[in-house]
């Protein structure tokens, strides 16, 4: 059996004793990282498409179940119905077709890029150039994508659900996934006040900024250093 154990969150980690009956004591969180974009990052998007399309959300990662992408035709829906009309970007894996047909279903028209698998710097792009990332995801062991949203300066909507809360603290957005339509009130007031959507974006970058992949470096670091105490100390006791 294992002398440590590495969680990428303290949801995660309980996730494992509960589930597996772990001592907690051999589990140690250390989070996932995420880099800051270059400084000279251009000011106009690499795909040109997405200039036409602002504004719009963007949806990052795969199509599992837990990814709850059933909210995004209700999130569009709602938006609209208040005459916020945003358009939707996609990057990962495509849509269901029947996803699709019930964005195309809202009215005015909804506007739909699906990028499939992209490069890092129009990924980078992606994020820099939206109005917001919808996370709503029923289950997540860490979110990456939340991280990723907040250090390029798109504020996070996402769910109150797993390890999400954790990773995006008081600098994302929460809606119940109950409740897809409290996540157009979140992005309807991204949209409309611009003060509330830069506050967001600042909150995002300082808390981003605590995830480095230098932190989680050393932190293994200093992990492999405390296994190798333990080995030497089994052997020592031999």
Same mark, same amino acid.
């Given at each position: =059996?294992?002398?440590?154990?590495?969680?990428?969150?303290?949801?995660?980690?309980?996730?494992?004793?509960?589930?597996?009956?772990?001592?907690?004591?051999?589990?140690? %969180?250390?989070?996932?990282?995420?880099?800051?974009?270059?400084?000279?990052?251009?000011?106009?998007?690499?795909?040109?498409?997405? #200039?036409?399309? *602002?504004?719009?959300?963007?949806?990052?990662?795969?199509?599992?179940?837990? #990814?709850?992408?059933?909210?995004?035709? %209700? $999130?569009?829906?709602?938006?609209?119905?208040?005459?916020?009309?945003?358009?939707?970007?996609?990057?990962?894996?495509?849509?269901?077709?029947?996803?699709?047909?019930?964005?195309? $279903?809202?009215?005015? *028209? !909804?506007?739909? $890029?699906?990028?499939?698998?992209?490069?890092?710097?129009?990924?980078?792009?992606?994020? %820099?150039? /939206?109005?917001? !990332?919808?996370?709503?995801?029923?289950?997540?062991?860490?979110?990456?994508?939340?991280?990723?949203?907040?250090?390029?300066?798109?504020?996070?909507?996402?769910?109150?659900?797993? /390890?999400?809360?954790? %990773?995006?603290?008081?600098?994302?957005?929460?809606?119940?996934?109950?409740?897809?339509?409290?996540?157009?009130?979140?992005?309807?007031?991204?949209?409309?006040?611009? !003060?509330?959507?830069?506050?967001?974006?600042?909150?995002?970058?300082?808390?981003?900024?605590?995830?480095?992949?230098?932190?989680?470096?050393?932190?293994?670091?200093?992990?492999?250093?405390?296994? =190798?105490?333990?080995?030497?100390?089994? #052997?020592?006791?031999?």
């Amino acid at each position: =059996m294992a002398d440590l154990l590495i969680s990428v969150s303290q949801f995660s980690k309980q996730v494992a004793i509960d589930k597996l009956q772990l001592d907690p004591a051999k589990i140690t %969180v250390l989070p996932m990282g995420v880099s800051e974009p270059g400084t000279n990052s251009p000011t106009e998007p690499s795909i040109p498409a997405l #200039k036409s399309l *602002q504004p719009y959300v963007l949806s990052v990662g795969s199509t599992l179940s837990r #990814k709850n992408l059933e909210a995004i035709p %209700v $999130l569009l829906k709602e938006i609209n119905r208040r005459r916020l009309g945003v358009n939707l970007v996609r990057v990962g894996e495509r849509l269901p077709q029947k996803l699709v047909d019930k964005i195309m $279903l809202c009215e005015p *028209q !909804t506007k739909l $890029l699906e990028l499939g698998f992209i490069s890092e710097q129009d990924l980078s792009d992606c994020y %820099v150039h /939206s109005a917001a !990332t919808f996370v709503p995801s029923k289950l997540e062991g860490f979110g990456l994508p939340v991280l990723e949203a907040m250090i390029h300066g798109s504020p996070v909507i996402c769910s109150d659900k797993s /390890s999400l809360p954790e %990773v995006g603290g008081d600098s994302a957005l929460y809606f119940p996934i109950e409740s897809p339509e409290q996540a157009a009130e979140q992005l309807a007031r991204i949209l409309k006040d611009n !003060t509330h959507r830069l506050s967001l974006i600042k909150r995002g970058k300082q808390r981003a900024r605590k995830y480095s992949w230098e932190a989680h470096r050393e932190g293994l670091k200093g992990i492999y250093m405390h296994s =190798m105490t333990i080995a030497q100390n089994r #052997k020592q006791s031999i």
